[in-house]
């Protein structure tokens, strides 16, 4: 089945109770027994719910996987997989790294004596320098949020492998419509589903998906005991976002595309991320594990001034300034004050991410009123 089949059909089926079409909200905490333990294979909601499960199960077929798992949010999923560790245990994260992930590995597992270690991985000699028999894990984001580097899943894979460490792959900016990380070494993809997943910037959620079924069975105890789970309403709503995954991707690659070519080519912009030009660092690496390069855009204005970036976001119309990404509407951000302010200045500059660098989530409206937004912004 290609993609855009799946997106629509895969992991639902028809209500058997009465043939709705839509996978109903089951709203309900607990399930009627017949005896004691004699159930219909759900028991509790925080375990197991219809809605929740064929969410899961789009989820995973998407992917590419065997097993997902939805939580109440991204972070949730993040939190979820750090537990499968211990103390004394490292992992190897990306320096470009979402802001969120950030805060957690550094300030609620670091003080429980879990190791992390932030490197460039668009190189992975400086991945293998931080090997050691205590690496357990090793942390993708690709594209990076917010400067567009991309990180060779395949190259990532095989350093975990003869690490003996699990690789995650946080997709939530590519969505499985651009790449599928298991395809290509990865033991565990991660999403919030709150951004293109979802799409509609009307919910919060995460998912998981693995191939493992021991891992699947690990992971699955440790939310049901931590109990970061979603509810049925949200899952609804995820799912009816996935079955137009394909379509909203389509154009906001194309926006995308378009955005950063105007963009590049404006007389105000001194720099431009975005992984589709050819001569971005790591476009032959894009190029071979994803489809189209997506809808995220970040650049630099000529000068590199912090009160120019905020004066161009102030003036944006169509393209609203605020946290997220990933919905049909545009949306601008300034990661310096908004999602990256909990990494340090000291880090951020490491990192390559400068005080004036505006993030575009590049929405699916007609480009042409997207690109006057943005030319009546920049002047
Ligand atoms: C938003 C985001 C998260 C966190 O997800 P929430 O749903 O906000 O908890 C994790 N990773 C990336 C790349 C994100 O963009």
Aim: net charge negative.
């Amino acid at each position: 089945m290609k993609f855009g089949t799946k997106a629509i059909h895969a992991g639902v089926h028809p209500d058997p109770a009465t043939g709705a079409i839509m996978t109903p909200i089951y709203q309900t905490s607990t399930y009627v027994q017949t005896s004691p333990g004699q159930n219909q294979g759900y028991e509790y909601s925080r375990t197991h719910n219809p809605t929740r499960s064929q969410l899961q199960d789009a989820v995973a077929a998407l992917e590419g996987g065997k097993h997902g798992l939805a939580f109440a949010s991204g972070m949730a999923v993040v939190d979820c997989i750090i537990k499968l560790l211990q103390p004394g245990d490292e992992v190897i994260s990306t320096n470009d790294l979402y802001g969120g992930s950030y805060r957690i590995f550094t300030k609620v597992f670091a003080p429980l004596g879990i190791k992390f270690h932030f490197v460039p991985m668009h190189d992975m000699t400086a991945v293998r320098e931080k090997v050691t028999d205590k690496t357990k894990l090793i942390w993708v984001e690709t594209p990076t949020n917010p400067l567009l580097n991309i990180i060779d899943i395949e190259a990532a894979a095989e350093v975990a492998r003869e690490a003996g460490a699990l690789l995650v792959v946080d997709n939530t900016f590519s969505t499985p419509y651009l790449q599928t990380p298991l395809a290509l070494g990865a033991d565990i993809v991660m999403h919030s589903l709150t951004k293109y997943m979802g799409g509609h910037s009307d919910v919060v959620m995460g998912a998981l998906v693995v191939n493992d079924d021991a891992l699947l069975q690990r992971l699955a105890f440790l939310q049901n005991s931590c109990g970061g789970t979603p509810g049925p309403q949200d899952c609804f709503l995820v799912l009816r976002g996935l079955k137009t995954l394909h379509l909203r991707m389509q154009r906001h690659c194309e926006n995308g595309r378009a955005v950063a070519e105007y963009l590049q080519a404006h007389p105000k912009v001194e720099k431009v991320f975005w992984p589709g030009f050819p001569e971005h660092p790591n476009h032959a690496v894009a190029a071979k594990q994803m489809r189209d390069f997506g809808g995220m855009i970040s650049f630099v204005l000529k000068g590199d001034k912090q009160e120019d970036a905020i004066a161009v976001l102030e003036k944006l119309k169509l393209f609203t300034l605020a946290e997220s990404l990933g919905g049909v509407e545009s949306l601008s951000g300034h990661p310096a004050t908004m999602t990256h302010a909990s990494i340090p200045a000291e880090e951020r500059r490491k990192a390559g991410l400068s005080d004036s660098l505006i993030r575009l989530s590049v929405g699916v409206e007609d480009i042409e009123d997207l690109l006057e937004d943005l030319g009546q912004a920049i002047g």
